[in-house]
């Protein structure tokens, strides 16, 4: 197996989530994404030189210009262009809904890995991000930063496999779009079982406030193609409610309203600027990455 092959195979869902390790997990999927191109994304972030700054608390010491210490007796760092240009919040589902798994990957062990991921990407290219967990109320907030040490923080929040309740994602959203000031990129990572005008609701509150916005809906291909052949029992995993019915009673009645759904998520999505990405947990994670970075071109 050559090393291309080999470093590309942790796109698979079913790879990566053999690893134990949140840290280990994103920077395999961002190096098997990586080498996967045809040139780095990297390429072209940080590398231009602009101009100089005052050395602040926290500042790298290999930035510093020390020739300009000797001239001047003050402490310098190079700054570059595009440095910590953007400013990302992921806004992460965190519900017992986020536990379904038909295909042994569950909806929030693909979240957190792309999260996770996400969050490996932006800081080595000097953006800063943060991360908010949420169910029925907001679980974590860890404020964005984009020194290497901060990712230490936004991982190991990832490892908690922790779930809370029901899920209240257009209320969370609202409160979110009222807490955060500044603009940036706001990352939503959800399987939106909610109502969709409360949802729609808090990401054109985003938009109001000049946040670029992007969306990842996640689910399990079974959940959308409702591929069960045998009398089922169905148990909603946030409220406990059971039904027991033939599949084929509600089959149709099924499928129409969630193909309605993402159609309507797409539609209102397009026209609010807001990037709408469906993604299913056993799809390659290169599909969001890229999605990222066409979202991260378009804004600079």
């Known amino acids: 197996m050559s090393a291309i092959t080999d470093k590309k195979k942790y ?21 098997g994404y990586i080498i996967g191109l045809h040139r780095s ?10 101009e100089h700054r ?17 001239k001047t007796d003050r402490l310098y760092v190079k700054r570059y262009e595009e ?31 792309l999260a996770a991921s996400l969050s490996y990407l932006m800081i080595n290219q000097q953006d800063a991000v943060g991360l908010v967990q949420f169910s029925e109320k907001i679980k974590t ?17 990832l490892d908690d496999q922790k779930v809370g309740e029901d899920t209240k994602v257009g209320k969370i959203l609202q409160e979110m779009a009222d807490r955060i000031r500044k603009r940036g990129l706001i990352i939503l990572i959800s399987d939106l079982f909610d109502d969709f ?42 409220t406990g ?23 309507d998520y797409t539609k209102d999505c397009r026209e609010y600027k807001i990037d709408y ?4 947990t056993n799809q390659n994670l290169d599909t969001s990455l890229t999605a990222y970075f066409n979202k991260r071109r378009k804004l600079f």
Do not use: C
């Open 83 to 113: 440095e910590t240009n953007l400013r990302s919040h992921i806004i992460l589902d965190v519900s017992k809904s986020m536990l379904y798994a038909s295909n042994g990957i569950s909806k929030l062990t693909y979240a957190n890995t």
């Open 54 to 70: 005052s050395y602040e608390s926290g500042d790298e010491i290999r930035h510093i210009d020390w020739k300009l210490f000797g």
């Open 277 to 280: 990405v469906p993604i299913f």
């Open 11 to 31: 796109l698979r869902p079913e790879t990566v989530a053999l690893l134990n390790s949140m840290e280990l997990r994103a920077r395999l999927v961002v190096e």
């Open 197 to 238: 005008k409360n949802i729609m609701k808090g990401l054109k509150h985003f938009r109001h406030l000049n946040q670029e916005v992007i969306v990842f809906h996640i689910l399990d291909r079974k959940e959308f193609d409702f591929d069960f052949n045998t009398r089922t029992k169905f148990l909603d995993m946030e």
């Open 41 to 50: 994304p990297y390429h072209g972030f940080s590398v231009e030189f602009a």
């Open 241 to 263: 409610e059971e039904i027991v019915t033939e599949p084929w009673h509600i089959r149709s009645n099924y499928n129409s309203l969630i193909q309605n759904l993402q159609e």
């Open 141 to 157: 907030i860890i404020p964005p930063k984009a020194k290497p040490s901060h990712l230490n923080l936004i991982l190991t929040q």
